[in-house]
DNA sequence: TATGTTATGTAAACAATGTTCAGTAAAATA
DNA sequence: TATTTTACTGAACATTGTTTACATAACATA
């Protein structure tokens, strides 16, 4: 008889009605919006019943910073297709940035919200999890520059450069909302281009 | 009579003392550590008494801000006393990551905690705040070695670039506490190195 | 010295938060 | 139909930051 599954998979559905509800809240009114009280008044169940479904309102925002590096990825992967390194690390600049602008209130719970949020994201280094993966496409890219300027660098110190500058970039613009410079895309290609150039001079 | 004088000096001696409690309370435990009660505690007041001195806990952390802000641009003049345009900027990167690991606590409260904070050090641009004094430290440096090397960028386009990717560089340092690379002062070594052979190059 | 005024301080309450738990109603099973 | 299991919730708890009505002490004035 098909009863448990039926109730097995309503569950899921509700399960993924509150994640559903929790990402709309959080893209409109931000991280601190998505209040337990608020998510129950969404799925219109009670508050208490959001505890049969997830630990604590932290679970399901380390739920939504997966799901988050998982698209985050996914553009990463498709600004490298059919380019040299150089392109590549260009492209993956470009395509952070351009996350980070689209998905602000996503960026900020997963990198500027709570630091266990973005540990977590990249803490399971056995099971390679999607920001360890975009790290290894920026590692990849790097590695292969290096090698095709006969440069000995270490990769891996170029590469934290690289996404510590991105982050920055990202960071601060959606932080210094009042401070308007030059836009982000601007200033990650401009970061790009002085990577690719200061390490081939020199 | 000196009685006024003595009930202002009193004042604002207890005003001083809020402070410090709760700039202990940050360093030693952070920003979230800071509550009203505990810090009534520490003060050995009642939580109400604090609003006489303060509108708010915000703008607590805000008058810390900008006490840290005027610490970390004390660290930066002293790194700049004579030298080069080009070890100006290295010497400001060192400064200001250094200052970030020095006081974790209290970078996170000015730049990571709320975007208010920082777009306060930021915002007084009519009166020149440390932060925007500090940002001028950086603009000199970079407008003197882009004339020295007779090179045609903007000058702002490129202190942006720097900022972000120090503020990067600290902020994934203390978000990321797991994941250890390489120090953060020979990543931004890196970075003002790249920058300006970058800038030189090509 | 007695009285009025002002500054200082606090207990108690309010609204909002995440979370827990006892109890209930419904559904599935026997 | 009776029993057990599951799903669900109202009410409470311990925290927050903040406000308000009230008391008290210190001061100024007559």
Redesign the pocket.
Known sequence: ?G??ER?ERE?AE?RQRILDAAQHLITEEGFAAM????LAEQIE?????I??HFK???EIARELCELGCGKLLSKMQKAVAGKDAAGRIHALGQAYVRFGLENPETYRLIFMEDEAYMAAAFGNQSEKSAANQAGDLLLGAVQEYLKSIRRRQKAQEVVQLLWATLHGIVSLHLSCTGFQGAPPEELAALATGLVVKGLAGG
Chains 1, 2 share one sequence.
């Open positions: 008889m009863i448990r109730r569950k509700l209040t337990m009280r608020r169940y009670s508050p208490a019943s505890y049969l604590s309102r932290e």
